[in-house]
């Protein structure tokens, strides 16, 4: 299958002249057969990872696809880039503790690697750990760059390019990047990456519109509903955050992000007895299960508690936290600790450091 589409693409390029890169035609060139129950466990693994990221018991259906593609072909180098992505997300949406997580992502992209340097999605996982994990901007810049070079259609590495520019303020870049996405692939995965981009830019009233955007094409997207949320606390409209936020809970049954923030909400209008419960129930699931403590510290800096917030944040660096390297230089809900000489010195050590807005 994979040598067929090779021959195909192959011929389609000299019949319109198009002129390829050096790793386009290595690619073309490279194609190794591959068992076709393996490949189309893959196939079901990639749709499922790119349509319905967001949701916990999906992702562990899409571990389970690429687990049963490694095992019908040990040597499927896009399967083991796959599940590497996976455990990010596992652990992004708190299935799975983070350094586990990490952990394996490493083994299955080492393997990945090993099988098959020429491959864009490989590159574009090496890019998410580098940038995620790592807090390596310069190593994420250049495997997002290889990513593009080797496969300048996979609209995934557009998507997370273009978030990656965002949080480092690059915002025509990240804006040019999004717009290359949807026109390859104007998804589910698209709309959400739009949310994300603008979150990424402190750019709020954008947010509030790609949100709104989002949830017109896939208004069971909880994620969608968390990120306008978002939009509506960064442009001053609380009230109507919590809805969002209520929304964005019972949808994705009770993810950590939105219910912190919902607690963090809570607290900023009065409301410490609901913040607080939600807290306890945060801290009492912590004993038995990953909890972030990057979220916790969020609802102490609504509850106005500066000192345990920099104790739980300092927590979470160590924890590898996702949520501190996505959220920690956009986060609407620390702005009043940006001038704080601790904030300063924390923020520098995750990534690029924004100003305060």
Same mark, same amino acid.
């Given at each position: 299958m994979l040598k067929l589409q090779s021959e195909v693409a192959e011929a389609i390029a000299e019949q319109v002249r198009a002129q390829l890169t050096p790793e386009q035609q290595a690619r073309l060139h490279s194609a190794r057969p591959v068992n076709p129950e393996a490949y189309e466990a893959y196939l079901r693994g990639r749709y499922y990872l790119t349509t319905e990221f967001s949701k916990g018991?999906?992702?562990?259906?899409?571990?389970h696809y @690429?687990?049963?593609? *490694? !095992?019908? %072909? #040990?040597?499927?180098?896009l399967a083991?880039?796959?599940?590497?992505?996976?455990?990010?997300y596992l652990a992004f949406f708190h299935q799975m503790e983070p350094t586990v997580a990490y952990r394996n992502a490493q083994q299955a992209l080492h393997q990945a690697v090993e099988f098959d340097n020429n491959i864009g999605e490989v590159h574009d996982a090496l890019g998410l750990l580098s940038w995620r994990y790592e807090r390596d901007f310069a190593a994420a810049e250049r495997? @997002?760059?290889?990513? *593009? !070079?080797? %496969? #300048?259609?996979y609209s995934c590495a557009h998507e997370d390019h273009s978030e990656y520019l965002s949080q480092t303020g690059r915002r025509a870049e990240a804006i040019a990047e999004l717009t290359r996405s949807k026109e390859l692939d104007p998804g589910p995965s698209s709309a959400i990456t739009a949310s994300g981009t603008y979150y990424q830019l402190r750019d709020f009233e954008g947010l509030v519109e790609a949100s709104r955007r989002g949830?017109?094409?896939?208004?069971?997207?909880?994620?969608?509903?968390?990120?306008?949320?978002?939009?509506?606390e960064g442009t001053g409209k609380q009230i109507e955050a919590i809805?969002?936020?209520?929304?964005?809970?019972?949808?994705?049954?009770?993810?950590?992000?939105?219910?912190?923030?919902?607690?963090?909400a809570y607290a900023v209008i009065g409301k410490r007895s609901e913040a607080q419960r939600?807290?306890?129930?945060?801290?009492?699931?912590?004993?038995?299960?990953y909890v972030s403590s990057y979220l916790m510290a969020t609802i102490y800096a609504g509850l106005g508690e500066k000192d345990k917030v920099f104790e739980l944040l300092e927590k979470a660096y160590d924890e590898r936290d996702l949520d501190?390297?996505?959220?920690?230089?956009?986060?609407v809900r620390l702005n009043s600790l940006r001038s704080d000489p601790r904030f300063l010195a924390l923020a520098r050590r995750v990534g690029p450091v924004r100003p305060a807005s």
């Amino acid at each position: 299958m994979l040598k067929l589409q090779s021959e195909v693409a192959e011929a389609i390029a000299e019949q319109v002249r198009a002129q390829l890169t050096p790793e386009q035609q290595a690619r073309l060139h490279s194609a190794r057969p591959v068992n076709p129950e393996a490949y189309e466990a893959y196939l079901r693994g990639r749709y499922y990872l790119t349509t319905e990221f967001s949701k916990g018991q999906t992702l562990l259906k899409v571990q389970h696809y @690429f687990h049963e593609s *490694i !095992a019908k %072909d #040990p040597g499927f180098a896009l399967a083991y880039s796959g599940l590497a992505e996976t455990y990010v997300y596992l652990a992004f949406f708190h299935q799975m503790e983070p350094t586990v997580a990490y952990r394996n992502a490493q083994q299955a992209l080492h393997q990945a690697v090993e099988f098959d340097n020429n491959i864009g999605e490989v590159h574009d996982a090496l890019g998410l750990l580098s940038w995620r994990y790592e807090r390596d901007f310069a190593a994420a810049e250049r495997e @997002f760059a290889q990513a *593009i !070079a080797l %496969d #300048p259609s996979y609209s995934c590495a557009h998507e997370d390019h273009s978030e990656y520019l965002s949080q480092t303020g690059r915002r025509a870049e990240a804006i040019a990047e999004l717009t290359r996405s949807k026109e390859l692939d104007p998804g589910p995965s698209s709309a959400i990456t739009a949310s994300g981009t603008y979150y990424q830019l402190r750019d709020f009233e954008g947010l509030v519109e790609a949100s709104r955007r989002g949830l017109v094409s896939n208004p069971d997207e909880w994620l969608e509903h968390y990120y306008l949320g978002i939009g509506y606390e960064g442009t001053g409209k609380q009230i109507e955050a919590i809805s969002e936020y209520q929304r964005a809970v019972e949808m994705s049954d009770g993810d950590q992000d939105p219910t912190a923030a919902l607690a963090h909400a809570y607290a900023v209008i009065g409301k410490r007895s609901e913040a607080q419960r939600i807290l306890r129930d945060l801290e009492e699931k912590a004993k038995r299960a990953y909890v972030s403590s990057y979220l916790m510290a969020t609802i102490y800096a609504g509850l106005g508690e500066k000192d345990k917030v920099f104790e739980l944040l300092e927590k979470a660096y160590d924890e590898r936290d996702l949520d501190m390297s996505w959220h920690l230089q956009s986060d609407v809900r620390l702005n009043s600790l940006r001038s704080d000489p601790r904030f300063l010195a924390l923020a520098r050590r995750v990534g690029p450091v924004r100003p305060a807005s």
